[in-house]
T-cell receptor, first 111, second 114 residues
Framework: GDSVTQMEGPVTLSEEAFLTINCTYT??????LFWYVQYPGEGLQLLLK?????DKGSNKGFEATYRKETTSFHLEKGSVQVSDSAVYFC??????????FGTGTRLTIIP | GAVVSQHPSRVICKSGTSVKIECRSL??????MFWYRQFPKQSLMLMAT?????????EQGVEKDKFLINHASLTLSTLTVTSAHPEDSSFYIC??????????FGEGSWLTVV
């Protein structure tokens, strides 16, 4: 079946550091790929998505590129801020609104 | 924007009792809601799909008699954990669909069974 593997946390970085959170998936065909973010006390929010190979999703300075050849969808940001502290979830979907999630990665940014 | 509210955010209950978690779509009608749970160091796993006015569809391995789902209106779905045991302690989160392929998540509920 489908599965998503993402980098174990927690991850702690200094403000303005470069961020990468790795995500790889196992699935047949061409699923859609997502990154969700959960800020403290809030629900999961869609951060970005990509629906086909080589698509790049981007939002709030975050980017992720759908790499079919490496079955990856790594999340990157060039300069993180304290406000980026949250839990990040990588997920895939086959378009039926059901999501298969990774374990989540807790990110803490220190000033 | 659309908001999904989940209540309670944290609950502690005694072993053998039942606990109900509510998921409400506050400003849209949700024909479909989804319930997920996450055990420590594991992924969020889909438990069931809840459709308004019909029986929920449970994922393999999820006991439908233990996790009762009621989606009685277009804005409310409830998950009742019956005869809860410590192994049911987990993070439960719902999501609601607008039907336009857009999904919104609740804040999640931490259940601790003692």
């Amino acid at each position: 079946g489908d599965s998503v593997t993402q980098m174990e946390g927690p991850v702690t970085l200094s403000e303005e550091a470069f961020l990468t959170i790795n995500c790889t998936y196992t699935a047949t065909g061409y699923p859609s790929l997502f990154w969700y973010v959960q800020y403290p006390g809030e629900g999961l929010q869609l951060l970005l998505k990509a629906t086909k190979a080589d698509d790049k999703g981007s939002n709030k300075g975050f980017e992720a590129t759908y790499r079919k050849e490496t079955t990856s969808f790594h999340l990157e940001k060039g300069s993180v801020q304290v406000s980026d502290s949250a839990v990040y979830f990588c997920a895939l979907s086959r378009g039926n609104e059901k999501l298969t999630f990774g374990t989540g990665t807790r990110l803490t940014i220190i000033p | 924007g659309a908001v999904v509210s989940q209540h309670p955010s944290r609950v502690i209950c005694k072993s053998g009792t039942s606990v109900k978690i509510e998921c409400r779509s506050l400003d849209f009608q949700a024909t479909t809601m989804f319930w997920y749970r996450q055990f420590p160091k594991q992924s969020l796993m889909l438990m069931a799909t809840s459709n308004e006015g019909s029986k929920a569809t449970y994922e393999q391995g999820v006991e439908k008699d233990k996790f009762l789902i009621n989606h009685a209106s277009l804005t409310l779905s409830t998950l009742t954990v019956t005869s809860a045991h410590p192994e049911d302690s987990s993070f439960y989160i719902c999501s609601a669909s607008t039907g336009g392929n857009t999904i919104y998540f609740g804040e999640g509920s931490w259940l601790t069974v003692v």
